[in-house]
């Protein structure tokens, strides 16, 4: 239950300090006496929004300090120890403050936490009913807190381990389809690979054939600088035969006058018929080039 309320510096109010007591607690007043501010400030407990224009005039910051008593529902101090709190003697505290500058701080027991966190923690605890105010007991998201509150601890045992059997449930399931979708991926790159095994199958292929066509490939790529070095050399060799052509029939005509240099004249010709025997194997050569593939 809501013990103490605290509000400093907030619209009219100066320095307020309202204590509460298990039962009914009433506060009245006429009209215009800040009875509805007191309401705003236990709003902005609840996680309410805040503006700068709530602080009192002439003032650098407006206060609201809620102190709650225990004891607290078994599923409420589970939720608080989730979140990293601790609940000493009993005892929350739940701060709200708004500067000047727009900054909104929101503590519980002096930790600084979100508006999103006092959000959801402060209505376990707390409920505003008013004429402007909606019922958290409307709110679908509470309707099922409330009803496990109501049904104490074994109740709340029996919540925990339907959401730990769900949990593993769902672990089960995501691990499921993880190897489903492993054994989905291993068959289609069994089912490409042997495909590949089918169209290397097809080729026909013989130890040594890859080394020959690599080197085919590399006969393709050099094509047009090997057309042009035989094409080069074809016409050295074609001058090389008329010079020695020359040189033979000279000879003839000397070694008929004169047979001392029959060995040479031999030796000329063979040389002759070499250099054009080599000149028709790089003529052949030369017309099977392909410089440019296609």
Same mark, same amino acid.
Request: aromatic share 8%.
């Given at each position: 239950m ?10 009219? =109010? ?22 509805? &501010? ?5 709003? &902005? ?11 009192? @005039?002439?003032?650098?910051?407006? &206060?609201? #300090? ?7 529902? *078994? ?30 701080? @929101? ?6 936490? $979100? ?7 402060? *209505?376990?605890?707390?409920?505003? /009913? ?25 109740? $709340? ?10 949990? /593993? ?11 489903v979708?492993k ?13 590949? =095994?089918?169209? =290397? ?31 080069? =050399?074809y ?7 008329? $010079? ?8 003839k ?16 010709? #063979? ?8 000149? /028709?194997?790089? $003529? ?8 440019? *593939?296609?």
């Open positions: 809501l013990a103490e309320l605290y509000v400093a510096d907030f619209a009219l =109010i100066e320095d307020l300090r309202v204590d509460f007591y298990r039962g009914l607690n009433i506060i009245s007043g006429e009209t215009g006496a800040g009875k509805s &501010l007191l309401t705003d400030a236990v709003g &902005l407990l609840m996680g309410n929004r805040a503006d700068k224009e709530l602080i009192r @005039c002439g003032a650098k910051r407006a &206060l609201v #300090e809620g102190t709650f008593a225990g004891p607290f529902s *078994p599923g409420f101090l589970g939720m608080l120890t989730e979140a990293g709190f601790e609940v000493e003697d009993d005892t929350l505290i739940i701060t709200r403050e708004i500067n000047v500058e727009g900054k909104n701080l @929101c503590r519980i027991n002096g930790r600084r936490v $979100s508006l999103s966190v006092l959000n959801d923690i402060v *209505p376990q605890i707390m409920n505003l /009913h008013s004429q402007r105010e909606y019922f958290a007991f409307l709110r679908e998201d509470k309707q099922m807190a409330i009803v496990d509150y109501y049904g104490g601890q074994e109740l $709340s045992g029996a919540k925990e381990e339907t959401a730990i059997a769900y949990r /593993h449930w769902r672990e089960a399931e995501k691990r499921l389809k993880e190897l979708t054994r989905e991926e291993t068959e289609e790159k069994k089912d490409f690979l042997l495909y590949r =095994i089918k169209e =290397i199958e097809a080729l026909s292929l013989e130890p040594g054939e890859d080394e020959r066509l690599r080197r085919d490939i590399e006969l393709m790529r050099t094509g047009t600088r090997r057309l042009e070095l035989s094409d080069d =050399i016409g050295k060799l074609n001058d090389a035969t008329e $010079s020695l052509y020359g040189a033979m029939e000279g000879l005509s000397l070694t008929s006058m004169d047979d001392v240099l029959n060995d040479e004249k031999e030796r000329i010709t #063979e040389a002759y018929y070499d250099v054009e025997d080599i000149g /028709h194997t790089l $003529s052949a050569y030369r017309d099977g080039i392909e410089a440019d *593939p296609q």
